[in-house]
């Protein structure tokens, strides 16, 4: 079983296992295949056990040093999600500017609010 790189939390990759299911049923659902029809449930618990796991990760930052760190949580965050968002950014524009260049201009909105990672109807004014 994996083992995380760094880090002095307890790891439980059956919960690591568990986000993936919930992540393939929502894309079912996406895709539409039938028998995925309350895959947006896989939406709800993928964000319980996010939410249990960063709560996991701050409580043992403040048993070890006897504070919470926030600055140092999302920084150890943005190291681990920025380049992921930023290679997937790349990877969209360039295959909408090859294959559908006729919503290049719909995605420029899309694109700040993704690396923003704000609503995309924040970025409506921004872009137009």
């Not at 295949?33 to 896989?42: D, I, Y």
């Not at 380049?83 to 295959?95: D, E, F, G, K, Q």
């Not at 719909?106 to 923003?116: K, P, Y």
Request: aromatic share 10%; proline share 5%.
């Amino acid at each position: 079983m994996p083992e995380p790189v760094t880090g002095h939390g307890r790891y439980m990759g059956g919960l690591d296992g568990l986000r993936a299911i919930a992540v393939l049923a929502v894309i079912a659902y996406h895709l539409g295949l039938s028998w995925a029809p309350g895959g947006l449930l896989g939406v709800g618990v993928f964000f319980v056990l996010s939410g249990y796991l960063i709560t996991d990760i701050l409580v043992a930052g403040y048993q070890r040093r006897g504070r919470i760190d926030l600055m140092d949580f999302w920084v150890r965050r943005a190291r681990r999600l920025l380049p992921a968002l930023a290679a997937m950014l790349i990877i969209v524009v360039a295959w909408v500017t090859l294959f559908h260049p006729e919503e290049l201009t719909s995605l420029r909105g899309d694109v700040l609010a993704a690396a923003l990672y704000i609503p995309c109807s924040a970025c409506q004014y921004l872009v137009n």
